[in-house]
C-alpha cells in the first residue's frame, strides 16, 4: 500500500523553539518518529539526536524482519517488531541517562509510528501524541505522561520515579533514569488512515477543535502551514503519514455530522452511537454575512452549533463575544424557552448545525445516559458563563 509522508514545523519564538531535526521520517521503512527535550538548551537537543539516531538505527538493523512481517504477518513477527520498537526506547533510555549523568535537566520524550503495509506498530513515552485520522474522525492512540498518579520511570533496582523539565512533570520520559516503561500497540491499518506523531507543543498550542478540522479537511503536504497559520507563532513539530494517498476523507452526510460534533465540549464523553443519535436530530443551515440568526428579546427554541464561519453575540448593540468552530449557542432556549438574553448574527459566511427544542427533547428521552452526558455539559458552561460573570461585576466594582 503507497505510503504519502509530510512534517509540520513551525519554529515558534524564543520561548518554545523546536528543531527541524525534532522529526524523523523513513517512508522506506515506513518509520515516523518525533522527539522533544522541554528543557531546552544545547544538552536537550543532543538528547533529541540520541533518542533518534537510536530508533533509525534499530530499524534498520532490523530491516529484514519488517520485510518478511510484510510478506507474510505472523503472531511471531508481529511480537517481535513490537519487541523492536520497545528495544529501542530502551537503548535510547540508557544512552540519554549515560549522557545526562554529566549534565543537568535533559528529560527527552519519544513517539515513533512504524507504518508497515496492513498494520502500524507505535511507542510512546512523554507528552507528545499519536493521532489516527480514520473516516472523518480523530483518535489519539497515546496517553500523556505528564500527570497522572502513576509514576513510572523506573531505576536500575525497579522502583518508581518521576521528572521534570522547565514547568512540566513527566511520569515517563528518556533522560533521568536507565530504563523507562513504553507505551505500545499494534493495529491493523485501513485505506486512507492518516498518522500524526507530534511534541506536546502541538496540542498545548492548538484546541482540540483545531486540531480535529485540520487533520480531517486539509492535504497532508497543505497541513503544516494550515497548523501554522492557526498557531499564530506557536512552536510545532509532528511527522505526518497517510496510507493510499494525501487527499482528505471525504465523507458522505452522516459521517460529516460525526466528524463535525465529535471534538465539541457539548459532546465530551459522547461515544459514536450517541453523536449518531444528535446528528439525526440536527439541520444544517447556511448564513450570509450579516444575517441576524435571532434578536435580543424574542423567544427562542433552538440550540446552534457552529460549524464554519463566526458567529457575534450582541447585546444592547454591543459585541459581547464572537464565537468559532466548535462552539454552540442558544441552549438557555433548551431548558425554559426564555427570550433571548442578546442577539446573534453572523459575522462572514457561516454554516451552523440546528436543532430544533421538540427534537432536543425527544433525543434526550429516548436515551437516558445521552441526557446525562448532554445536560451536564451544558451545566458546566453555564457554570462558567456564571463565574465569568461574576468576575466581571467584581471588577466594574473596584
Excluded at 226 to 244: P, T
Aim: glycine share 8%; net charge neutral.
Amino acid at each position: 500500500m503507497k505510503l504519502v509522508t509530510s512534517s509540520v514545523y513551525a519554529p515558534g519564538d524564543t520561548s518554545g523553539t523546536v528543531h527541524l531535526d525534532q522529526i524523523l521520517i523513513l517512508p522506506h521503512q515506513g518509520l515516523l518518529a518525533v522527539a522533544d527535550a522541554p528543557g531546552g538548551g544545547p544538552d536537550g537537543r543532543a538528547g533529541v539526536r540520541i533518542a533518534l539516531d537510536t530508533v533509525r538505527a534499530h530499524v534498520e538493523r532490523n530491516d529484514d524482519i519488517l520485510l518478511r512481517f510484510k510478506r507474510n504477518p505472523t503472531p511471531e513477527l508481529r511480537q517481535r517488531i513490537l519487541d523492536i520498537i520497545e528495544e529501542a526506547f530502551a537503548r535510547a533510555a540508557q544512552e540519554i541517562f549515560a549522557f545526562a549523568r554529566r549534565r543537568t535537566g535533559v528529560v527527552v520524550t519519544l513517539d515513533v509510528a512504524l507504518l508497515l503495509e496492513h498494520e502500524v506498530f507505535i511507542g510512546h513515552v512523554g507528552d507528545g501524541r499519536v493521532y489516527l485520522v480514520r473516516r472523518g474522525l480523530v483518535h489519539q492512540l497515546t496517553v500523556d505522561h505528564s500527570r497522572g498518579d502513576e509514576p513510572l520511570v523506573f531505576d536500575h533496582g525497579g522502583s518508581e520515579s518521576s521528572s521534570e523539565a522547565g514547568d512540566r512533570h513527566f511520569t515517563r520520559a528518556l533522560g533521568p533514569q536507565p530504563r523507562v516503561r513504553v507505551e505500545s500497540l499494534c493495529m491493523e491499518l485501513a485505506t486512507d488512515d492518516r498518522f500524526i506523531v507530534c511534541s506536546g507543543h502541538l496540542h498545548r498550542a492548538l484546541s482540540d477543535h483545531i486540531l480535529a478540522t485540520r487533520f480531517t479537511s486539509e492535504h497532508l503536504d497543505r497541513l503544516g502551514p494550515a497548523l501554522a497559520r492557526d498557531g499564530s507563532g506557536a512552536a510545532l513539530v509532528a511527522a505526518c503519514a497517510q496510507m493510499g494517498s494525501g487527499e482528505p476523507f471525504t465523507p458522505d452526510s452522516a459521517q460529516s455530522r460525526l466528524a463535525i460534533l465529535a471534538p465539541m465540549p457539548l459532546f465530551a464523553h459522547c461515544n459514536q452511537r450517541e453523536l449518531r443519535t444528535v446528528a439525526q436530530a440536527t439541520r444544517p443551515h447556511k448564513f450570509p454575512n450579516g444575517t441576524v440568526i435571532f434578536e435580543q428579546d424574542q423567544p427562542g427554541t433552538e440550540l446552534y452549533l457552529v460549524i464554519s464561519g463566526q458567529i457575534a453575540i450582541v447585546k444592547n448593540g454591543r459585541t459581547i463575544v464572537t464565537l468559532g468552530p466548535g462552539s454552540n449557542f442558544g441552549e438557555m432556549a433548551m431548558l425554559d424557552e426564555p427570550s433571548r438574553s442578546a442577539s446573534a448574527v453572523a459575522t462572514g459566511h457561516a454554516e451552523l448545525m440546528v436543532i430544533p427544542r421538540e427534537a432536543f427533547f425527544a433525543m434526550l428521552k429516548g436515551n437516558p445516559m445521552l441526557a446525562v452526558k448532554i445536560l451536564w455539559n451544558m451545566l458546566l458552561r453555564l457554570s462558567a458563563n456564571l463565574r465569568q460573570t461574576s468576575a466581571r461585576l467584581a471588577e466594574l466594582d473596584k
